[in-house]
């Protein structure tokens, strides 16, 4: 009987953007019964890498020169965030001129040179980032939204008058006091008791940045759940710890009868095991 | 209210949104044409006015509902001339290149077998694509979509054509020359086609390290 599997984050923008993963993790889904990802996993692309993206864009269209564009982002002070948008710009000349550099001798006689660079790199993020979510529905056969987070998520729009592209709305109108996923917590208290309780063991020489970030923000969620005045959404102070525990929203979110499909194994492993879910790695 | 009686509803209020920028061009060409020529302002006016009872005639016909019929209906072709009448023209040279590449794409199925003579279209095609450069575009999602797919082409160059993929660029190129000025919802249905016949236009994002925590 082939298995039922559920995308978390980092696969489905591996599945979009990668083209050497997509073929890896295709090959585990073509017989897959059924595909699915959660709304979360939409919310998490659009706060993260869909802004990323955005501002990268938008940063091109505002600038003449692909070294202004450099330039701005070395002023980034969040050194992942810089790194990343870096290597993509990087990563988008380096194809650019390669690209260039194939135009057929004939042409560039009849026509002359031209200088598109930064005008294509725009095209190329353009639609990926205005199809990044309809790509993200396509490639499941359905999406789960057992904590009705973000549920009027909507991507991004593009601003035709200034050519510029805006990821609104950043906020769920939903959760004007509080996130309902602190109820689906509450519901699912003694699996998070059980990671956190588990992770805890972790000598803290092993433990990475994220692991150690989990640790800390499920100790604060599971310490605020009991208290029906300490609000927990993202109009508070506390919205990070949600995020920061991403892997095991995603992995306690999964249904019974799922395997989650991800990239990291020393983070989703442990995490299935503890609340007996199946995990898959396709690296 | 039905989606496709919305849809058609949006339809008819943009093609009546054209037909009144059309006639106000008319207006205003046909002001300065007799400030320049003063001598023919009859003329002027009668072509003018020929022409605003014309464009009259098809927004009511518009309003009624009627469908255009086969003579009536226009294609990129129709409207902006074949190769060698208007070739020379930017959106005419936009046609030509179409119908270039769509051609290479031709015979690369139809001699899909004879190995070499196959890629040596795909190649064809690569080269001609950079032409479209040089014109201006009808339509930004017309660019975008030349853009990805030179690069889709170019980082292709390493592989061998898979018969569906000459499939769907064919009619990825037979789309674009029905609607030169996309839509986003034709640009859509031009990138569903380049997904499902597996197509890859994400080679430029192929080394860069994505941390989706960041």
């Known amino acids: 009987m082939s298995d039922n599997f559920l995308l978390e984050t980092t696969a489905v923008i591996d599945f979009l953007f990668k083209p050497k993963l997509k073929e890896k993790i295709f090959s585990v889904l073509h017989d897959a019964s059924q595909k699915t990802t959660l709304n979360y996993v939409k919310m998490e692309i659009k706060r993260g890498f869909l802004n990323n993206l955005v501002l990268l864009y938008n940063k091109i269209r505002e600038s003449n020169k692909l070294s202004d564009v450099f330039d701005y982002l070395s002023t980034i002070s969040s050194t992942p965030l810089k790194k990343q948008l870096s290597t993509m710009l990087e990563a988008l000349a380096i194809c650019s001129r390669e690209v260039e550099r194939e135009r057929p001798d004939r042409i560039r006689e009849e026509y002359g040179n031209v200088d598109n660079q930064l005008i294509e790199i725009a095209g190329i993020l353009r639609l990926k980032i205005l199809r990044l979510f309809r790509q993200v529905d396509k490639m499941v056969d359905t999406l789960l939204n057992p904590m009705d987070c973000f549920v009027d998520i909507k991507p991004p729009v593009e601003m035709k008058k200034w050519g510029r592209i805006d990821n609104k709305p950043s906020w769920c109108s939903g959760s004007k006091k509080e996130c309902s996923i602190k109820k689906f917590f509450i519901d699912n208290v003694n699996s998070f008791k059980q990671i956190y309780e588990q992770l805890k063991e972790i000598p803290e020489k092993d433990r990475d940045v994220e692991t150690q970030k989990r640790i800390k923000s499920l100790k604060k969620i599971l310490g605020l759940l009991p208290s029906s005045t300490r609000y927990f959404g993202n109009h508070h102070q506390n919205y990070r710890l949600c995020w920061n525990c991403g892997d095991a929203v995603i992995a306690v979110a999964t249904p019974e009868n799922f395997i989650v499909l991800n990239n990291n194994e020393s983070h989703y492993l442990p995490i299935c095991r503890i609340i007996g879910k199946k995990s898959m790695t396709y690296r | ?214």
């Not at chain 2, 106000?24 to 003063?38: H, K, R, Y």
């Not at chain 2, 190769?83 to 690369?108: H, P």
């Not at chain 2, 769907?168 to 990138?191: A, H, I, N, P, Y």
């Open chain 2, 1 to 214: 209210m039905p989606q496709s009686i919305d849809k058609r509803a949006k339809e008819t209020e943009i093609i009546l949104k054209s037909f009144d920028v059309f006639k106000e061009s008319i207006i205003d060409a046909g002001f300065d044409f007799q400030t320049t020529f003063p001598e023919v302002p009859i003329e002027t006016v009668k072509l003018q006015t020929r022409l605003l009872g014309t464009i009259d005639e098809y927004k009511t016909d518009v309003l009624k509902g009627k469908p255009p019929t086969e003579q009536e209906k226009l294609s990129a072709e129709k409207l902006y001339g074949v190769s060698g009448q208007v070739g020379n023209s930017g959106i005419g040279k936009i046609v030509d290149i179409i119908n270039e590449c769509r051609e290479y794409l031709r015979l690369a199925l139809e001699n899909f077998e004879e190995e070499a003579l196959r890629e040596n279209q795909m190649v064809l095609l690569l080269s001609c694509i950079y032409e479209f450069d040089y014109h201006r575009m009808p339509s930004e999602n017309l660019y975008d979509l030349i853009i990805n797919l030179k690069y889709g082409l170019y980082n292709h160059r390493t592989r061998t054509y898979k018969e569906e993929e000459i499939q769907g660029l064919k009619q990825v190129f037979d789309l674009m020359r029905k609607t030169l000025f996309m839509s986003d919802e034709m640009l859509d249905s031009c990138l569903d086609i380049l997904d499902k016949c597996g197509f890859e236009l994400s080679a430029p994002f192929t080394d860069v390290d994505i941390d989706c925590n960041v």
